[in-house]
């Protein structure tokens, strides 16, 4: 097999970030309805989760839905959650046979009862595999994340359990949702729009940035590689000289 990770880049590699972006312009191209595009989608990440960890990924974070993805339709809301329903369904043997343990970061509060027993499920039955960790962010916002964080101190602090000068990176970092995930190395979003959505603000404070013209149910694992060759190309400074 084929790998584009030497050791040195494995190290530098751990971590990618992918905004799933362009299904329903994908779907749009064919005369569709956006919600085959979605479908398609969907169908993508099961080749990518694959890829990514047979080239030495360690963590894959994908954004699936928004907070803001609220606002849109409620017919086009329904489609996602049903495409999540059946996800949910469907993928645990293969992630059980590729060593990959799913966590989920979000508002899970706003999601259907039914959903979050299943993502509680599937954490719990991935919970020991090893090999790579996917974070699927669901009804998902990055200032909203920080904002409870920024809650959970303010209540410590106020009971006297901390003092505020105690306060530091690794503090604030444990309070968000990505607690035991390091920081993304490299964050991909296709369709060419190059934004963040509220995705990991506090997180990629230090990323590389990859933005692939690519609409989301076109992308595919030459797609992935190629993306790698171009960050291992990079020189990461983190300020120094
Ligand atoms: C990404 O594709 C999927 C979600 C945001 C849920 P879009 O639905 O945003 O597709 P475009 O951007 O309209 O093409
Ligand atoms: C970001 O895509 C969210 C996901 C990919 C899940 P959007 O399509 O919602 O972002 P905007 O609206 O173009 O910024
Ligand atoms: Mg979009």
Not at 185 to 190: G, H, Q
Request: hydrophobic share 35%; glycine share 6%.
């Amino acid at each position: 097999m084929r790998t584009v990770l030497s050791n040195k880049e494995t190290q530098q590699l751990q971590h990618i970030a992918i905004i799933m972006d362009g299904n329903g312009r994908w779907a749009a191209k064919r005369g569709m309805p956006r919600s085959f595009g979605h479908k398609k989608g969907a169908e993508r990440v099961k080749e990518v989760v694959q890829a990514a960890g047979e080239l030495g990924v360690k963590y894959l974070t994908l954004y699936a839905f928004s907070t803001e993805n609220w606002q849109r339709s409620p017919d086009e809301v329904n489609d996602l959650m049903d495409l999540l329903r059946q996800y949910l369904k469907s993928e645990l043997s293969e992630l059980q046979k590729n060593g990959v343990r799913i966590v989920f970061i979000g508002e899970r509060e706003m999601l259907p009862a039914d959903i979050r027993s299943s993502m509680r499920r599937l954490e719990d039955d991935t919970k020991n595999n090893a090999k790579m960790t996917v974070c699927i962010a669901l009804s998902y916002g990055s200032r909203q994340e920080i904002l409870q964080a920024v809650r959970k101190i303010a209540t410590l602090a106020k009971r006297g359990d901390i003092k505020p000068e105690e306060i530091d990176d690794k503090m604030f970092s444990d309070m968000l949702y990505t607690q035991e995930i390091p920081d993304p190395d490299l964050v991909i979003r296709t369709s060419g729009e190059q934004r963040l959505s509220n995705y990991l603000l506090w997180q990629v404070a230090y990323a590389e940035f990859y933005f692939s013209e690519v609409l989301w149910p076109d992308f595919d694992r030459a797609e992935l590689e190629k993306i790698i060759e171009n960050f291992n190309k990079r020189e990461r400074r983190y300020g120094k000289a």
